[in-house]
């Protein structure tokens, strides 16, 4: 999970992806697609555009997936660039922000926002306690 945010953003880039879910899913298509489109469901390299914005079709099989499948945003069911914030607390933040501040500043419930910090919490743990090529497939997504 941290490694989405590895990459440095610049402050603007931070204040477009926090207010905007289109800038989130187009962040998330970038990074996870970096180094090409695979199909998950037949190993096809090919692609054209989906139905939603940023999600791609497979050329072969026509399974369509979405930038946020696969990724702890996948069926997020507030905003996206709400999560987006507290992930980047979570992995980058300066300071540690309770659930009840994270559910002051962007208007969703206290248990919302505990919620969605425990799973990135857990889903951290994980990939730290894979082994190198566990964490190296996993990791390819999140490049």
Request: glycine share 4%.
């Amino acid at each position: 999970m941290g490694a989405i945010f590895k990459k440095e953003l610049s402050e603007e880039q931070l204040n477009e992806l926090f207010h905007c879910d289109e800038k989130c899913f187009e962040f998330l298509a970038e990074v996870k697609w970096e180094h090409g489109f695979t199909c998950r469901k037949c190993g096809n390299k090919n692609f054209c555009p989906g139905k939603t914005p940023h999600s791609r079709r497979c050329t072969k099989c026509k399974t369509e997936e979405s930038a946020a499948a696969g990724t702890i945003f996948h069926n997020c069911k507030f905003p996206v660039h709400k999560a987006f914030y507290i992930a980047y607390n979570v992995c980058k933040g300066k300071e540690d922000l309770s659930s009840y501040e994270l559910a002051r500043r962007l208007s969703l419930r206290q248990m919302t926002c505990w919620n969605f910090k425990t799973k990135i919490s857990h889903a951290i743990q994980e990939m730290d306690s894979l082994s190198e090529n566990e964490r190296g497939s996993i990791q390819k997504i999140f490049k």
